[in-house]
């Protein structure tokens, strides 16, 4: 059995293991590696130059996300967004459909829903379902479905309502010219209102 001495010192005297030659992946010649998971030779400029345009072309990828006109979910979102910043600026004078109160700095208005859109897509874009809403009643109070129901009755009458609940659980899939449709829609909408 060693000493305590003899212990520490076989343990500082440990020798490293020689670094293994590993291939660079911009100039392909074998070198010590800089990383351990992209590999580059530290000894060449261009390679160092090639690894950074490499990295920073990644960084701007994440960053922005060009247009597709054909990626449904970036379409999807598009419509969404331009929906309800119409709602938002039709509504701005009227009460919260839900507490009948007016929007203040400190509570300001939303576009709610009487049926939310994640599981009612056929009415996802639809006006009559999509009304201005507070902070506090849409996203503290859940939506306050039964007053908002209430309110809704009372601005739009019961035909109507009756109508989207009607269609609320069909199914529907909206194509890329449908969404495109929509979008361009709903931007002409608030040209108009301003």
């Avoid at 060009?66 to 979910?73: Q, Y």
Wanted: hydrophobic share 30%.
């Amino acid at each position: 059995m060693l000493s305590k001495s003899e212990q520490l010192q076989k343990n500082t005297t440990k020798a490293e293991k020689p670094k293994r030659l590993k291939k660079c992946h911009y100039c392909l010649e074998r070198s010590i590696p800089y990383g351990d998971m992209r590999t580059f030779c530290i000894e060449n400029n261009s390679c160092i130059e090639s690894h950074n345009v490499k990295t920073k072309k990644k960084e701007k990828a994440k960053a922005v996300k060009e247009f597709n006109a054909t990626d449904k979910k970036w379409l999807k979102k598009q419509a969404r967004y331009w929906c309800h910043k119409y709602i938002r600026l039709r509504d701005q004078h009227l009460p919260c459909v839900s507490c009948n109160l007016y929007y203040t700095e400190l509570n300001t208005i939303q576009a709610g829903h009487l049926k939310n859109d994640g599981n009612h897509a056929m009415i996802r874009y639809h006006e009559d379902n999509i009304n201005g809403q507070c902070v506090r009643c849409n996203m503290h109070k859940s939506g306050e479905e039964k007053l908002y129901e209430a309110g809704l009755r009372n601005r739009i009458g019961n035909e109507r309502v009756d109508y989207i609940l009607s269609i609320a659980f069909e199914v529907k899939d909206y194509s890329i010219e449908e969404l495109k449709n929509i979008i361009e829609t709903y931007k002409t909408k608030i040209k108009a209102l301003d």
